[in-house]
């Protein structure tokens, strides 16, 4: 069983940036790839990035390309998403995944997923 609690969203304006956190609790933590999915309103949730167990391999979608960054802290169970030159586009509710392999060929489809948190809501201006 692994629990999932995002945290850092909020209303920023376009240009600006972001930090979403994922903390994780649960002992297989470290074990698993990890992703970071979106949902606008209307629309359906999408890929936004990935990370494996490591930290080795990272994949992100090519609308966040050079603009977010994926990162993990093992010791601390959490996986994190620097967001930065946000867009209005950009504007949804952000979900943490947990994937059940260490690392999976693109980490990109949703329901490879098998843990999911509540989502945190970024807003960004224009």
């Known amino acids: 069983q692994v629990q999932l609690v995002e945290s850092g969203g909020g209303l920023v304006q376009a240009g600006g940036s972001l930090r979403l956190s994922c903390a994780a609790s649960?002992?297989?933590?470290?074990?698993?790839?990890m992703g970071w999915f979106r949902q606008a309103p209307g629309k359906e949730r999408e890929f936004v990035a990935a990370i494996s167990w490591s930290g080795d391999s990272t994949n992100y979608a090519d609308s966040v390309k050079g603009r977010f960054t994926i990162s993990r802290d093992n010791a601390k169970d959490t996986v994190y998403l620097q967001m930065n030159s946000l867009k209005p586009e950009d504007t949804a509710v952000y979900y943490c995944a947990a994937h059940p392999r260490p690392y999976g060929a693109t980490m990109r489809d949703r329901n490879e997923y098998d843990y999911w948190g509540q989502g945190t809501l970024v807003t960004v201006s224009s």
């Open positions: 649960g002992r297989t933590f470290s074990s698993r790839a």
